[in-house]
């Protein structure tokens, strides 16, 4: 080697050889907290809209049977029949309603987490495949950075 090839060499800093070894495992830990918190946040804002769905059945089932106490004070027997009728149908509809918004939290969470691990990943190079997404995923759930057991 020459001296002004080991100049060259020298002046250049390591981090524009894209595709070195010592660059991808120094850039490892990187991504891997990347993804962890990238997953985090993910997950986060899923727990704070869980919280509002069940936040709001809880307002408006309170409100509702507040104002189911005060229709039984004074009622008869056919309006507590009335009554009862009302109230299993409003449980019924509540509780559909509920579940149903607790699904499409729950799946845009998990939609958004594997989003994430699928761009983590494509920032890598590669491109993933389903199987490298549930390892990556379960990954993040279990905190580790590496992937999960398969079963």
Known sequence: M?????????ARPMTEIPY???NLLTDL???QLALMAQ???????GSQEL???QQETAQRASEHYEEAVARLRDCDYSELMALQAEMFRFNMQEVTQYWQQLSTASMKMQAEMVSTAREVAIE???EPTL?????????????????????
């Open 2 to 10: 020459t001296a002004k090839a080991s100049r060259v060499t020298a």
């Open 20 to 22: 070195s070894p010592f």
């Open 29 to 31: 830990p990187r991504r």
């Open 39 to 45: 997953s985090a946040t993910a997950l986060f804002r």
């Open 51 to 53: 919280r509002r769905i």
């Open 124 to 126: 890598s190079g590669t």
């Open 131 to 151: 199987d490298s997404l549930q390892r990556v995923f379960a990954a993040t759930l279990n905190g580790s950075g590496s992937a999960a057991a398969p079963h």
